[in-house]
C-alpha cells in the first residue's frame, strides 16, 4: 500500500545535499519555478526547497508556495524517479493564480516521471 505521506527522510536537509544537486543538474523550468534534478543511490525521491526572501518578499506568499509545493511533490513521489530534486521560484511566480502554480509544477514534475 502507497503512504502519501512526506517523512523526514524524503527532505534534503544539508548543504551537502544541495551542493551535490547544484554541481552537475538535470534543469527544467517553466515561467518563473525550476527544478534541478540529479540521480541519487536511493529508492526514492527527495524534495529540496530554495525560494529566497530577495525574490519573494513576504514570508505568507513563500510558505504558500512551499505548501503547494510540498503537495505536488507528495502526490507524485510514488511516479517520480529515483533523484534529489531542489526547486526554485522567481519573482513572477507571485502573478499566477493557485490553480496555475499546482498547473506549472505539474507538468514539470512529468519530466522526471518514471
Known amino acids: 500500500m502507497l503512504t502519501y505521506c512526506l517523512k523526514k527522510k524524503i527532505r534534503l536537509l544539508n548543504s551537502m545535499n544541495f551542493q551535490y544537486v547544484f554541481s552537475k543538474p538535470c534543469k527544467k523550468n517553466i515561467q ?58 522567481k519573482k513572477n511566480i507571485l502573478l499566477l493564480s ?6 506549472l509544477l505539474n507538468t514539470l514534475w512529468l519530466n522526471y516521471h518514471r
Not at 493557485?98 to 498547473?103: C, D, F, M, R, Y
Request: aromatic letters at 8%; glycine letters at 4%; proline letters at 2%.
Open 32 to 89: 518563473g519555478i525550476t527544478i534541478l534534478g540529479r540521480i541519487n543511490f536511493l529508492s526514492y525521491p527527495r524534495l529540496g526547497l530554495n525560494i529566497s526572501r530577495k525574490n519573494i518578499k513576504y514570508a505568507h506568499d513563500r510558505n504558500l508556495i512551499k505548501r503547494l509545493i510540498r503537495e505536488t511533490f507528495r502526490l507524485l513521489q510514488h511516479q517520480l524517479s529515483s533523484m534529489d530534486f531542489i526547486v526554485i521560484t
Open 98 to 103: 493557485n490553480t496555475q502554480k499546482i498547473n
